[in-house]
């Protein structure tokens, strides 16, 4: 399932056969956000003030919710039993409060299970949402404020501030495990003290600072909760550069290994659900001669697998086996005008 943006805005349905679309519904004149279940059979998109289910087959709208014009529908997450979904919409406009709608999926039709809903100038606008695999716990985060929630019925367990993040915050698949990357370089992973039902910082990591404050652009962590996988963001005084860094969920904070020279913001990390095989994918450099994504053996730090395009990635998937990856971006250097966009299987 692809995301098109910018120009000729839509969503396009693959199949693993072949790059022609099985079906495409246009959304523009609004940029889409798009996610798919396990099972390939639930698909959901955004389409600014709407949020729709497609059918798998053609694509005709299942099921549509519009919210009001102070509303803009951004990220999606859906539960591995498809029993529920969580998307975000941002306050917009005239409009002073984000919202996190949870479906539940379980009926005839789908329903609104519960809702968040916290003053934009909380959070600035939705960074990202993630449901744990085991499905018990949710984790939202705007810029400036992350949240874990009761899946089942949205009440609020833990929340605090997230110093300057734009990146989704992730949970492991029993929901023990957050972390998160901001843009003051730190990456910090939590651990939930079911005595204080707290999440205590179990520790963190800052990227090295250099002429400037780097950033912690991206980060997962694996299903099982062994693994943590995070990319930057490096300024130099003239120019950019990338490293994607790999830890021990219980390793103290200390790397296991660092890939640097990835040639410019890490945008995505994706990892299996054992932890063996991690994806990263970032803007590449502006001569295009290093990778865009990068897969790596996570044990060795070995790069198993590359690929150098004329532009650059945003966003990487992975399957939980780890046997397949997808990846997607803009045709030319994200840094430079010009139009199209990459998806590869």
Do not use: C
């Not at 990202?128 to 949205?154: E, M, Q, T, W």
């Amino acid at each position: 399932l692809v995301a098109w943006g910018l120009n000729n805005m839509r969503v396009s349905r693959y199949t693993d056969v072949n790059n022609i679309p099985l079906w495409e519904k246009s959304t523009v004149p609004y940029d889409p956000v798009v996610e798919v279940s396990d099972d390939g059979l639930l698909i959901a998109a955004t389409q600014g003030t709407d949020f729709y289910l497609l059918d798998n087959l053609n694509g005709s709208v299942k099921y549509q919710m519009t919210m009001p014009d102070t509303l803009y529908a951004t990220q999606i997450s859906i539960s591995r039993d498809n029993t529920f979904l969580v998307f975000l919409a941002d306050a917009v406009g005239n409009g002073n409060t984000s919202i996190a709608f949870a479906l539940n999926l379980t009926g005839g039709s789908p329903v609104v299970a519960w809702t968040l809903e916290v003053p934009k100038n909380e959070i600035t606008n939705w960074a990202g949402v993630n449901i744990a695999a085991s499905g018990n716990k949710v984790v939202i985060n705007g810029r400036n404020h992350i949240y874990v929630l009761n899946s089942s019925d949205g009440a609020v367990i833990w929340h605090r501030f997230v110093d300057n993040t734009e990146a989704p915050a992730v949970i492991s698949g029993d929901g023990n495990i957050i972390v998160t990357a901001d843009n003051s370089g730190f990456i910090q992973t939590r651990n939930f003290n079911s005595s204080t039902n707290q999440y205590e910082l179990l520790w963190q990591y800052r990227v090295p600072a250099g002429a400037f404050t780097n950033w912690a652009s991206s980060v997962d962590i694996s299903a099982d909760g062994s693994t943590i996988v995070a990319g930057t963001l490096i300024f130099y005084s003239s120019g950019y550069d990338g490293s994607i860094i790999a830890f021990d969920t219980y390793g103290n904070g200390i790397p296991k290994w660092i890939y640097t020279g990835a040639g410019d913001l890490v945008d995505d990390i994706a990892l299996s659900d054992d932890g063996k095989v991690v994806a990263a994918v970032t803007w590449g450099d502006l001569n295009h001669v290093k990778p865009d994504l990068f897969v790596f053996d996570v044990q060795t730090g070995d790069l198993a697998y590359e690929v150098v395009t004329p532009g650059s990635f945003f966003t990487v998937d992975i399957s939980h086996d780890g046997h397949r990856v997808f990846a997607g971006g803009k045709a030319v250097h994200a840094r430079e005008f010009g139009s199209g966009g990459l998806a590869y299987l």
